[in-house]
């Protein structure tokens, strides 16, 4: 039994096949990396586990629980959390207060003590505000804390979307294209902060265009094109595996 | 939140005194009735403070980033209740006028379930229609709610301690206002609560960003229920005081207009703010409502409001209104500080 386990999972919008029978095992602690052409339904495969959209056939287990089908928040709460492609952040919020409305997983009081502000409230408050500054810290956001969140430069709102998540206590972690448009210094501090949250025993499941990326962080890599999985294995032998040339380069007519 | 990571320390008078103004203009308000028996003066402040409970209520769900255009709806509910139980019925005030909210709770909860997984604009229109439904309901539910007539209410019965009669609602208005007084001061306690609490962020995530929210495990439906519902109740026990305070209840007390008044109150005074700008819009503009009602003008109120609201929504961003003038006042003109201004984002 695997860690989170995607078994024969179709997504149909319409007559439009997005997700063709895709079987996928992820172990604990693995950095999968996601490749594909646009359109190949890497973004749809990673709504799909996170509960945004439900598969329209086959099941999808964590931890040898079935999670398809569950709303986003439950699906949240066993422990997989996502980012989003494009900057989705709290709009007028600053850095500090996005974190805090993100913590809500965080927390292990319930409303009510929080309501009548009690003594465990108050405490778990402070450990929850200490855990907002120290992932802050790990993604060079310390600096930036009182400012507008979407007053940040694009790069450094992809960071905070990621504390964001991590804030949530995630066990397996899902990033839609981390590094889209960052140079390549920007991308390799993010590269180097998805091995710092692996190494805290974080699954990480990762889309990426960026192949250098990709080569220096992934475990394993599969590559989905039309819907369909059609490599799976080491980051280098998919490289170069030809039916992925194929779909992203096309095929040579002589 | 602001506070995070920004302590005050007990010599920030630049806290301190904004706020004691504010205690001063408190403690004076409580002993109007002590130096005026004036029935326009004392019974228009209890009025506006009736109404600024029902303004709070639509701040609160207005966090949940819903439009909650029914919320006369409550208060006529409430009011209703509270009619039905003492004159119909004949229960005693008190445990009536207890029932009353918890009833407009209720049914508030029972809607919200219903329309609050879809919200937005559904839930606007949903809430709009409710209004219309109470309404029409009372009217033609005669044998319960007499109609058109009406129901004529009693004031509350006098509070009796130790043979004395320590209250007594039919001899002044005082004791209506000190009521209101009351009930004003625990829907602002519970409301400030929600808006410290881990209930206030939340609400702010649902509002800010709901697919976000969700998928930080936060169960939208959830929280914009518990919102509603907790406008419910308070808006339900303003519109048994009021019921109680005016001794009569029709279907026309409660319509579409009062819903929409309750709106812009609230837009006008602030609806970053859960407790001051609720009632500062209700203080200033139910009044200047009440003053250009009484000017032979036909839709001058109307005008006038709808202006205010344009102006308010283009000019003041985010939720700021009047109430955050107040704080402009002090850092802009008393300490003139210098704000600290960051890049601001391209468009």
Redesign the interface.
Known sequence: MSYLELKNVSKHFGRLTALDDVSLQVEKGEILGIVGPNGSGKTTLINVI???YSPTQGTIAFEGKKISGL????I??RGI??T?QSN??????TV??SM???S??Q?KTN?WQ????TKA?KKDDERA?GRVVELLKMLDLQND????A??LSHGYQRLLGIA??LI?NPSVLLLDEPTTGMSHKEAMFVVDKIKKISEQGITVILIEHNMKVLMGVATRVICLSFGNKIADGLPEEVMNKQEVVEAYLGTEIL | ?KH??KKISLLDYKNIVPKSVIGLFIILILLIPVFTQSVVIVSTLTLTGIWAVAAMGFTLVMRTGQWSLGQSAFMALGGYTSAILTVQMGLPFWPSFFISGLVSGLIALLIGMVVLRVGGVYFAIITLAMGEIVRIIALEWEPVTRGSRGIITSAPPPIVLWGHELVNFDTSLAPYFYFMICLVAVTAVVFW??G????G??F??TA??P??????????MKYRV?AFTVAGIFTGYAGALYTHFLQVITPFVFGFWQSIQITIWSIIGGIGSLIGGPILGTALLYNVGVYLGRTDIPGLQAFLFGSIVVIVIMFLP?GAGLVDLWKLFWTKIVWREKEYK????ED
């Open positions: 996170s509960g945004y709303r986003p928040d439950k949240a709460k959390v996502r989003f989705v952040l709290y709009a007028g919020t500090v207060e805090m409305i993100s809500y997983l927390y409303n929080s309501f009548l502000n409230w505000v804390m009182n400012l507008p979407d007053g964001m998540s949530a | 939140m995070y990571f609560r929600i410290e609490s881990r209930l962020r939340t702010y995530g800010l960003n697919i976000m929210a969700e998928h930080q495990g936060i169960y939208l518990i985010q960051t890049d601001e984002p």
